[in-house]
């Protein structure tokens, strides 16, 4: 089986963006889901925004990627999130 190539380089900070509705708690799921993925991760390397009405939340978790593997692994759980409208 051939080797996907991938740009690159492990270890490396990796930000991963998710977007939902602001009165659905989908940031506790998500938080969950990525400290499934990255045990180490540590809240300061999360950050917010709010859409210009309120409606909807963006957070942004930058992560320590350690393989293609897990970066595909994280956004397959993310993308299956019902309360996830987007994931970048």
Do not use: W
Request: net charge negative; charged share 25%.
């Amino acid at each position: 089986m051939q080797e996907r190539q991938t740009l690159l380089e492990f270890p490396c900070d990796f930000p991963i963006k998710v977007m939902g509705r602001s009165d659905s708690g989908f940031e506790v799921r998500a938080l969950e889901i990525v400290r499934r993925h990255v045990p180490d991760f540590q809240n300061e390397s999360m950050s917010s925004a709010a859409s210009r009405q309120g409606n909807y939340l963006s957070y942004t978790f930058v992560i320590r990627a350690t393989s293609r593997e897990q970066l595909d692994a994280l956004y397959r759980e993310l993308s299956s999130c019902d309360e996830l409208l987007l994931v970048l």
